[in-house]
């Protein structure tokens, strides 16, 4: 008697046929709801060769201004780094459960920080520019608030994931809560540390970039003019140089990611 | 220094109001005695060692250390003694990726401030102290690798240095050699026993392992379900003591599994 053998059970058959249809019923609605302008985007895909050609020259007049707002960004990016990981540490000194002073500072830290994450980083940045108007000091102070989000809770679970061993071995030998401190948790967590600031480089100079679109200083400012003025040999030569930049970024930080391992 | 340096006086603990892990333990403990407790498992012998150096702090009772009430201590002053008793680990509780010397510098951390600590400026005197603590247990090759590299037996040896740096009148090890080998338990604990002799040190330790108890003890205490139900020589333990003091009438026992790797020959062998 010949006997059919099914490779998945009739259940989870039809768990992927509805979530296949939920998919396609989502994808359209979503369209539709856009109301797309598709008969523009044929007509204008006629010209995406011409554009192409324009994106494909290379314009260095201005190469030295672009190189100081791009250097701009990224020192933007770093002080930011510097900045946000001194209040992380000393959130995560006082917010880590396992070593807080007191338990609903603990729990107060915990919040703010979610606080810092639920809004978007451009969000935060939007903010302090129309607080604070625009430029320099308004970037870094806007990508600080997501750096201690990220790197807050970051902190703060690596100190909470240190065994209770190391902190009572250090407790019987009389040591004082700094002692416990320094002695025992951060010899522990160090190493995490470094690699999670190190992964931190690459979004804080993207960031930091973007920032610029909306008004705070450095290559993004000068990018949002070039698309204004339609300048396309100098849109590509800036784009160019970030990809440059975040590609020798990411090999420096893989190397530190290594080397920390 | 006269009269005992451990009196224990009606000592309770009981864990978040639930069960009760040490019934009304009263004690003495005399300068210079190797006091080893035994006892089954979840009898209480870890509470009681770590109530002494307030590890665990006690729901009731008096703990009356080197004449000052321990279980009454609070910040500074509870430090300072907590500096003057050694703790010696299971799980050696070394700072894994700190090395050897600094670790048994840590038993340093009751009487240095913390910038001395934190920069690291402990004097030479402390660092050849360390040095030749090392060297007692034949570690002195060590000094720089860090504790994550040791075997288990190298491990133990530098927490007892450490415990030693702190030049305490008390040591107490909480099952100092249960992760250990045989070969490696009976170099730790000749170790332990020889540095404490040496230095006139009372020490306390917590053992699963009747024999041990009887070789090196000079006075064993049997706990049974959070009381003391044997207090002797090792003379004294007889295998009737001994019976009673592992034996649970109401509740049932343990079961012991088989530890893979001690298997019988032409059994599996797990990886
Ligand atoms: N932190 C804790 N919270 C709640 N109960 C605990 C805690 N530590 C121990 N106990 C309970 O207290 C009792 C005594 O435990 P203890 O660890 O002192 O036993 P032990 O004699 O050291 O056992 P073992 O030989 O397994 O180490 C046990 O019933 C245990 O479940
Ligand atoms: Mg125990």
Known sequence: MERKIQLTDSKSLLRKILMGAGSLVLFSASVLLLNLDLATFVSRAKEAGSVLQHFLQLDLTDLAEIMSELFLSVTIAFAALIGGTLFSLIFAVFGAENITPHRYLSYFIKGFISIIRAIPSLVWILMIVASMGFGTISGL??????????????????????????????????????????????PCVSNMFLSWIAIRVESNVAESISLGIVGAGGIGTLLTRAIGSYDYPKISTIILMIFVTMLALEIVVNRIKTVTK | ??????????????????????????????????????????????????????????????????GEDISKAKGKKLRQLRGKIGMIFQHYNLISRT???????????????????????????????????????????????????????????????????????????????????????????????????????????????????????????????????????????????????????EKKQEVILPVPGFVAEGEAVYE
């Open chain 1, 141 to 186: 102070i806007g990508l600080i608030f997501p750096t201690v989000g990220y790197l807050g809770k970051s902190f703060i679970s690596s100190i909470e994931e240190v065994p209770e061993d190391v902190i009572e071995a250090m407790k019987a030998t009389g040591a004082s809560k700094i002692q416990i401190i320094t002695e025992g948790v951060f």
């Open chain 2, 1 to 66: 220094m006269k009269g005992p340096l451990l009196k224990i006086t009606n000592l309770s603990k009981r864990y978040d109001g639930n069960k009760i892990a040490l019934k009304n333990i009263t004690l003495e403990i005399q300068p210079k005695e190797f006091v080893v407790i035994i006892g089954p498992s979840g009898a209480g012998k870890s509470t009681l060692i770590r109530c002494l150096n307030q590890l665990v702090k006690p729901s009731e009772g008096e703990i009356i250390f080197d």
């Open chain 2, 99 to 249: 090395n050897v010397l600094k670790n048994v510098l840590n038993g340093k951390l009751g009487s240095v401030p913390f910038w001395v600590s934190t920069f690291g400026l402990y004097s030479q005197e402390d660092r050849l102290q360390a040095y030749n603590l090392l060297k007692t247990v034949g570690l002195q090759d060590s000094l720089y690798q860090q504790a994550k590299d040791l075997s288990g037996g190298q491990m133990q040896r530098v927490g007892i240095c450490r415990a030693l740096m702190q030049e305490p009148s008390l040591i107490l090890a909480d099952e100092p050699i249960a992760s250990l080998d045989p070969k490696s338990s009976e170099v730790v604990m000749d170790y332990l026993k020889k540095v404490t002799e040496e230095r006139d040190l009372t020490c306390i330790v917590n053992l699963h392992q009747v024999e041990v108890a009887k070789k090196y003890a000079t006075r064993i205490i049997g706990v049974r379900e959070g009381e003391i139900v044997f207090d002797g020589t090792s003379e004294e333990l007889s295998e009737d003591i001994i019976k009673n003091i592992y034996h649970l009438p």
